[in-house]
């Protein structure tokens, strides 16, 4: 579990071991049941998730009720809702655990002590914080550009990890489609 977490840090920065034996207690680990909720949507967003094993989506309801997936975290992915967890305020968006997971758990608070005692882990949050942005603007050109057939496709084709692990109801709604339209494509694809 660790090892994978220091490896992790290392593709980015470099930290000795002794550094990282002093990070990892600023870290708390969870074990999550698929389904399990992380964070509820209307509670204080106090933590950042890294995932060890597992898959996490983000959603929110829609004005009808509806669930509106807007972000995965598989193994190596961090997952928050950075806006509300920078100003520490109340999030719109829930987390869940899509599959039996696990994840390393780190607060608000204990995140500016660690970024205190190791300044170099700046570096390593930044470029994290800079692909997740970076993310999400593909996502919106993708959005903006693509028919939601060529999204699908381009989705399944470009991250087959989760067209395999993660049902095909929450890509339909990470992509702004209905479980029957992925249903038609796939069928259209197939014949």
């Not at 002093?22 to 509820?40: A, C, Q, R, S, Y």
């Amino acid at each position: 579990m660790s090892k994978q977490f220091f490896e992790h840090i290392n593709r980015f920065i470099t930290i000795t071991e002794e550094d990282f034996r002093e990070i990892l207690p600023f870290f708390d680990p969870h074990t999550l049941n698929k389904k399990e909720m992380v964070v509820e949507a209307g509670t204080l967003s106090n933590s950042n998730h890294f995932v060890l094993d597992g898959c996490l989506q983000m959603f929110y309801l829609n004005d009808r009720g509806a669930e509106r997936t807007v972000q995965f975290a598989i193994e190596n992915w961090w997952m928050a809702d950075y806006l509300a967890y920078h100003h520490r305020i109340v999030t719109d968006f829930a987390i869940q655990a899509v599959e039996d997971t696990q994840i390393l758990s780190i607060t608000y608070d204990k995140q500016v002590q660690l970024l205190s005692f190791f300044p170099a882990l700046e570096k390593y949050f930044r470029i994290i914080y800079e692909i997740s942005y970076g993310a999400s603007l593909m996502r919106m050109k993708y959005i903006y550009d693509l028919t939601k057939e060529e999204m699908y496709f381009h989705f399944t084709e470009q991250f087959p990890e989760f067209a395999q692990r993660v049902p095909q109801y929450l890509i339909a709604s990470f992509l702004g489609l209905t479980p029957e339209y992925v249903s038609e494509i796939r069928a259209k694809k197939r014949s």
